[in-house]
Structure formats: C-alpha cells, structure tokens
C-alpha cells in the first residue's frame, strides 16, 4: 500500500520547487520482518538515488517516521500512459507507440547494464510509464514498496497482467521486462487491459483483431517480446531497440485480417458438369456410384457418379425442391405436384406414389419400414415404404418445409409458424417449443440435442427429451440452411451472408466467415473441411477448424442446393441448372 | 470435529431402487482444522413435478467459497449463492410451473445461468465490497448437468472411469501449468496458488464458463472447495465414493480425508447422483 502526494520543497524559499512524496505503510508485524523491511527500503532508496537517467525521476531524499517510510523524488508534470490510453478515442497511432517503446527500450538498456548487477525494473505496465507535454517518457515507481508487504493470506482475486510466466517461479533476468513492454504494447495497441483478462492470454487476443490497423511488422516485434519461452524472445532490450528502429512508423500497410478472405488455393476443375433444363435447388444425394437429382424442370435425374452420364430421368408434374433420399433400393422425393413419389433406383419405374394436400419441399427420410415428410398441407406424413399407405399423421399449424429427424421412436419437425414438434409414432406430442419465426431448417439430432435454426435469425439448441432451449446463437437475418456438426462444433449458415461455427456444447462462436450473397445453402462438413454454397454463386471450401478459405468454385448461378459428399467428390447443383462434381 | 460439522440428512442408500428417476443428492461442509469460521455457501435443491404433463426432474446444487477480511467472505458466498439461485429457479423453474409452454420469448438455460452468475456478481460487489466468492453451479434437467462456474471451486464427473474435471480453475497457477511453466506438483505448493483472475464480486461484467454433459445411469457429480480437492487426491476421491455405502456417507468420508491432511480450509462437498433415466 503506498500514496503519492504532490508536495512543496520548504527549503527553496525562492522558487517553488514541486517534489512527489511516496509513503508507505510498513505492514509487517513481526519485529525481525519489520527490521528486514525498512533495511531494503533503505538499500532501494540508495539504489535508486545513484541512477542518472532522463527517463528515470530523481530521488532527492527518504526517511522514516513510525510505521510509514518516504520517498522523496522529483515532481513529473505528464500522465501515465494508462490516462493516455483511456482519454484517446479509437486507437493511438502507431508511430507514437513506437516512439515510446523506443524510449521504453532505451532506459531499459541503461537499467539492464548496471554494474556490478543489471537492474530488473520488474514492473513494466502503462500506470508506471508517464509521458510529458513534450512526448517524453518517464519510468515512475520502481517497486520499492513490495518490501513492506506481509506475506499474503488466502485467496485473492486479479493479477498483474503483465509478468511473464518465469517471474513466478522467482526467475529476474534482464528479458522479464522484455515481456512486460511486450504486454504493455498490447495494451496499448489492443485497448485490452490484461488485468481483467485470463493471464498468458496475449496469443488468444490477437491485436490485429481488434486494431487491423497495425503494422505485421511492429506486430511481430510484440509477439516475440511476448513469447512465453524466455529464450524466444529477445535477447535483450538493445535487440529490441535495433528491431523497432528499423520500423519506418507513419507507413501503413495492408491489414492482415483480410489476408485470409484472399488467399486461398485455386478453385478444383469440375470432374464432370451435368446441365438440366431449370434451376438445381435441391441437394444431390449418393448412393451405389449413382447421383440422384432433383431439378425445377419437375425431373429427378439418376447420373452416373464417376463420369456424370445421365443414366435415367423420372418427371413428376411439378418442380422438385426437396431432396431425394434412397433406401433399399428405392428413390423417394416430394414434388410441388403435392405427391411423394417413390422410384425403382436403378431402373427408375415408379412404384407408388403418396398423394397430399399441399407442395411438397420437405425432403423424405426414410426409417425402418416408413418415409417421413412434411407437406405445405401442414401435415407431416408416415408412410409405409412398400405399399404407399399414409400409416400416420401429424397436423401442425403451418406448412412444413423443414426435414423431419428421426431419433429413437421420436420424430422431430419444425412448421412455418415457428413451432418446433417433437412426436412419438404413436400420436403422442412429446414436446414443442415455438419459436419467434417460421422454421424452415431442418433439425439436426446428435448427442440428445436437437439443433435448429429459424427465420428469427437464430439457431437453437434444444434438449430433445423436454424441448429446453439449452443455449442460442443469434445472426442477424433468418436461418434457412440446415446446421451439420462436426469436431464439437455446429456449423450453418444465415442470410447474413455468413457461415458460423458455434461451440456445440456452449453456443459460443469458434469462427465466421463472410461470403458476398446470402447462406440457404446448408453446410456439408468431411474429414477437415466445410462445403456450403451462396447465392453469390460460389461453392466454398472452408476449413473446418480455423474458418479460413480453402478454395472458392464460381458456378453462373446463386448455390442454394447442399453439397453431398462422397468417395473425395463433393457433388452440388446451381441455378444456372448445372450439377457439378468437384474433386475434394 | 464433529460438533463443529453440518450435514446434510442422510441420503438414500443405492439398494433402494436401482435407477432413480430424479437426482438424489447428499452434503456436507465443515470449517477445517486452521481457519476460525466457514466461508463456504451451499444450496441444493430437488424438484420434481407428475402428472398429466410433467416438468423433467430439475436439480439445482450451487457451491460458494467465499474470500475477503471481517468476515465478509461469508456473506459474499453467502448472498451469492441466493442470488443466483433466486433468478434460476424465477426464470427455469417456476415459469414453467406457471406456463409449460416452451417458447423463444423465455431465455435459453445458459442465458439465464451467465444472468444469475452476473446479477450475484453485482449484489456482491455493491453489497460486500472487496470480498469476493467462486461460484460454482449444476443444473439437472432430466440426464443434462449444466455446469456454470468462475473461480477454483470444481465439478468431477466420477464414473467407472475415474474421475474427469467438468471445471477449469480461474487461477493464476492453472495458467502457468497449462503453459508448461509448473508442474502440477509445483502449482500445488506455489505461493501464489490462491490467487484467482476471475471470481464473483469483480467490477464490469463476468464471463462464465457453462457447459452440457449428459450423464450415464451410475455416473456421480461431485462440487467441491479447494479445501477438498488441495488436499485429496482425485484418486482417493473416487475410491471413497465408490466404496461408501450411501452418498451421504461418502460426503463425510470426503470431509473426514481433508480433515486428516491438514484442513487448511474450509471444506464443502455436493454429491450428485443424477436420475438413470
């Protein structure tokens, strides 16, 4: 505990000479401790009375009366860089950081040399830094009063911020103050107080992040003073002088955080494009080396995998948005005709076909014996996979466009007034939450969580035994495209132009990326990487762990189809009618 | 010792059915060997609801070690723990008594947990200043334990596997292991080992760590102070607890082992089973 106080020297009767006076309560108890302590302070106070240096205050005197100790040192007019930082709006410029760094650099030079022993001034942080009217810099409070501290009791909270990890295993070499200017450079570049931040977390709060404006130049120079392996960094204060001086401050260059959005390998060549007659909406789906499509021109087209030889097509009587699925050697696919058709998938000879009440853009899943689809008739159809027989049904409130998952005898489906419905076979309504808006998205069922996204703008985690929203994640237009998960993250798309990936246990963002259109298209993730289209007609391949582009196809039309994935080939249709197969 | 000890009533033994439906919980706090008086802060709270349209079983168990002079570390734990638990069960639970509905105009469980874990943060701050507590809360719903925690209090998941840390210690020596810089045996003896970077009572907004597990029939959740888990071993942890004949009897096996190693500090233990179904 010390107070500093802005105090007259009486002994210059003629001149008003300002001093500070630095007191310190001796909070010792035990009288050899006690005795300890004021013989340090009065071997610092020497100490510091022989330093000769501009940047460092003049002591003038010291003394001790009863429990308190002074120190008497010359009056600084300026602020700490701390005020500095707090009264500038936006950020500082970056040639006036490296202004004070060098100066920074240049007292610690004169401190490190030392003889007979360098001096570790050990608490480099913006309060202890002063700068004049004249920009200069001042290195105020040396840490002469640790020495009347008693030993700490129990549990505290916060801590220095800006030590490095050595100091608290006892280590004082010169390059622990490397890494304090190093943390204190981030503080001021970054705004971040690393006193209110975890310790050592430098690395996870990337100061280009928050300032692009940054030089990588004067951004590798903090990173190495602020490595966590004391022989990573500098060698010494002199090294980090020669390496900042080198910086031409006042030139900009081009921000890093854009770098990612630009680099990328080069798009794949297409291993076969197969044209429709009208726009491909809805996702291919694979299966025994064939690619079953749906397109606007009311066909499904059966293609061959490898070469994209048409092998068969099946017209219904209206467009086909939904996606087909194949089980047992059947197609099924839901048509704006209102009827659910269920195809031979080799030969592609109709074999039944479901009639509804409305379009149909929910996409069929199929289970054990049953197909289950929603229909704009707003209901939600079992049906048996042999005879075509509608064995059940579920009414909701609006249209269902969403694709059903299946669980273990549940059935979950969301409705176009928002209402999300968890069923069981037999009729019963397990749960339903509603949401603000209409749920078009289909749910995603994993891990006893069911994934969600709506119009509302955000994706929902809900518990699919009690519909509890565990946790959401807001975007800030609707969500059509359909979660995936992967590595423990949920990966979707918004009409926000973004791709996300959340935290699938927690809902906190890992990373975004922005395309120039709008995400419906639901993202497909493989091995390391995420697929997902844009209505900027782009077909993307993302990396799954960091959100950094990998390559970017163009098609002539706006990608709102899924991406399928299979064998190292990622197949997807475009407006511009084409389906494209795509080396991965 | 033992006039000095508080206990929970004694919880059902596991021959009473062999998977229960609802969490059943036992507990126990105790001063220690060194300090004068306890400032941990326990809550824990069993709800259940059947009939023709049944709420899933809620369990909610919060755990406070509070810090500060003049015994204010208490009644930071203490006002903590209220706090918190008052807006949970508000917003969790007795909306959902009142209105079943599940809908997107009420807060989702993690927004409500980090609301609670904030509004503690503010009555300690304004009401204790300059104490401080950890806060560590599980929430049962059906098989999914919510965790919502800040400080060095913890959470073990304890199953046939052993025992796994559900928490991660806001402390300055967990950073430095995590870094390589201290062993773990190094980081148990430091000197500055009880100092933490994020704990309730701090100024500003606080970020709380919350994360979903869900839960196997046998699987047991133990919160505890750093009075027990400083002292024990995770090891004996799990050997006591499964080898004890109740929970409840395992909670003061726990307290009793810490005791035995020092009782340095205040040592308080929540044993969870969670339902099996």
Redesign the interface.
């Known amino acids: 505990m010390s107070t500093v106080y802005k105090a007259q020297d009486l002994r210059f009767r003629q001149v008003t000479r300002l001093c500070a006076v630095k007191e310190m309560l001796n909070l010792t108890n035990d009288p050899t401790a006690r005795s300890r302590s004021l013989r340090n302070f009065e071997r610092e106070a020497s100490l510091l009375a022989t330093l000769a240096h501009p940047a460092i205050p003049q002591v003038y005197d010291y003394f001790t009366e009863g429990d308190h100790s002074y120190l008497v040192l010359e009056f600084i007019h300026g602020k700490n860089l701390l005020a500095v930082l707090d009264e500038t709006p936006g950020f500082l410029p970056e040639s006036r950081v490296v202004n004070w760094a060098l100066q920074l650099c240049e007292v610690l030079i004169y401190l490190h040399s030392h003889q007979p022993q360098p001096i570790v001034f050990r608490d480099i942080k913006p309060s202890n830094i002063m700068v004049d009217d004249k920009n200069r810099i001042r290195l105020v409070d040396f840490g002469i009063a640790k020495v009347f501290q008693g030993e ?1 009791k ?6 220095e911020g800006y030590s490095p ?2 100091q ?2 006892g280590v004082a070499d010169p390059r622990v103050d490397i890494y304090s200017l190093g943390a204190t450079l981030h503080h001021l570049l970054s705004k971040q107080d690393p006193q ?6 430098f690395r996870e709060r990337p100061i280009e992040k928050v300032n692009p404006s940054v030089s990588p130049e004067l951004l590798a120079i903090v990173y190495r003073a602020l490595e ?1 392996d004391i022989n990573q960094r500098y060698g010494s204060a002199m090294e980090m002088y020669q390496a900042l001086a080198n910086l031409r401050p006042g030139e900009t260059s081009a921000p890093m955080f854009v770098t990612a959005e630009i680099v990328g390998g080069r798009a794949p060549t297409p291993l076969w494009e197969f044209a429709c007659e009208d726009e491909v909406r809805a996702t291919p789906t694979v299966a025994n080396g064939i690619v079953y499509v749906g397109a606007y021109d009311n066909n499904l087209y059966a293609l061959d995998a490898k070469s994209g030889k048409f092998i068969w097509k099946y017209p219904a009587e209206g467009g086909i948005g939904s996606s087909p699925c194949v089980s047992q050697g059947r197609v099924y696919f839901g048509s704006q005709d209102h009827a659910l058709y269920a195809i031979n998938a080799e030969t592609g000879q109709l074999l039944w076909t479901c009639p509804t009440g409305g379009a149909i853009y929910s996409s069929p899943r199929a289970q054990v014996g049953y197909v289950v689809f929603g229909s704009d008739d707003h209901k939600l159809y079992v049906v048996n996979v042999i005879s075509g027989r509608v064995v059940a049904t579920f009414l909701a409130e609006a249209a269902i466009r969403s694709s059903p998952a299946i669980g273990e005898d549940v059935i979950y489906f969301g409705d176009e007034a ?1 209402s999300v419905y968890a069923v069981r076979v037999s009729g019963q309504t397990l ?6 808006r209409g749920i078009i998205s289909s749910p995603l069922l994993t ?3 069911l994934y969600v996204g ?1 119009r ?1 703008g ?1 994706l ?2 809900l ?1 699919s ?8 994640y807001r975007t800030s237009e609707p969500i059509v495209s359909s979660p995936t998960i992967g590595m423990g993250a949920v990966f979707f798309g918004s009409a926000d132009g973004h791709v996300y990936s959340v935290n699938a ?3 906190q963002l890992i990373w975004r990326y922005k395309t120039e259109g709008q995400v419906t298209s639901s993202p497909a993730f493989y091995e390391d990487t995420i697929f997902v289209g844009s209505t900027d007609r782009s077909l993307y391949a993302i990396e799954a762990k960091t959100g950094h582009l990998r390559w970017r196809f163009p098609t002539g039309g706006p990608v709102v189809s899924s991406p399928c994935i299979s064998e190292g080939v990622v197949y997807v249709g475009s407006c511009d009618h084409r389906v494209y197969a795509l080396p991965i | 010792m033992t006039a000095r000890r508080r206990a929970g009533k004694r919880g059902a033994s596991p021959s009473e059915l062999a998977i229960t439906r609802y969490p059943r919980a036992a507990w126990a706090t105790d001063v220690g060997r060194v300090r004068t008086h306890n400032e941990d802060a326990l809550l824990v709270l069993n709800a259940s609801q059947e009939g023709e349209q049944a ?2 079983p809620f369990g909610l168990f919060i755990l406070a ?1 509070g ?1 500060g002079g003049q015994r204010s ?1 208490e009644i930071a734990s203490t006002l903590a723990t209220r706090t918190a638990a008052a807006h949970i069960l508000q917003h969790l639970y007795l909306d959902a008594l009142i209105s079943p ?11 409500v947990l980090e609301e609670a874990f904030n509004q503690a943060n503010t009555a300690v701050s304004t009401m204790v200043p300059g104490a ?1 507590t950890t806060l560590t809360c599980v929430l049962t ?4 334990a ?1 965790v919502a925690h800040v400080g ?1 209090s913890r959470v073990y998941l304890l199953s046939t596997g052993g025992a796994e840390q559900l928490t991660h210690d ?1 402390s ?2 967990d ?2 292991v995590e ?1 390589g ?2 062993t773990a045996d ?1 980081a148990a003896s ?3 080992r ?6 309730v ?2 100024t ?1 907004r606080i970020e709380v760590d ?3 597990h ?1 839960t196997s029939p046998g699987d047991r959740i133990l919160v505890c102070s ?1 009075g027990l888990w400083g002292l024990v071993s995770d090891q004996e942890i799990v050997r006591m607890v499964s080898t004890s004949s109740s929970l409840q009897e395992a909670c003061e096996m726990l307290v009793e082992a810490a005791n035995l190693a020092g009782g340095q500090d205040n040592i308080s233990v929540i044993l969870i089973e969670p339902p099996g179904i």
């Open positions: 700490q129990g549990t505290m909270i916060g801590t990890p050595e608290y295993r209110l931040e975890p310790p050592f977390s966590y928002g749960w339903r939450f509603r949401a603000r891990e006893e969580v709506s509302d955000y929902y985690a518990d035994h009690a519909g509890w929203d565990l946790w959401r246990t927690n809902g | 709420l899933p070690d810090m570390g509905e599940l809908s997107a105009a009420q807060p989702s469980v993690s927004e401080g719903i059906g098989r999914r919510y060095d806001h300055l020596v950073r430095l870094l810089q201290l190094e430091h000197p500055q009880n100092i933490l970077y994020r704990a009572g701090q500003g919350i994360n979903l869900t750093d």
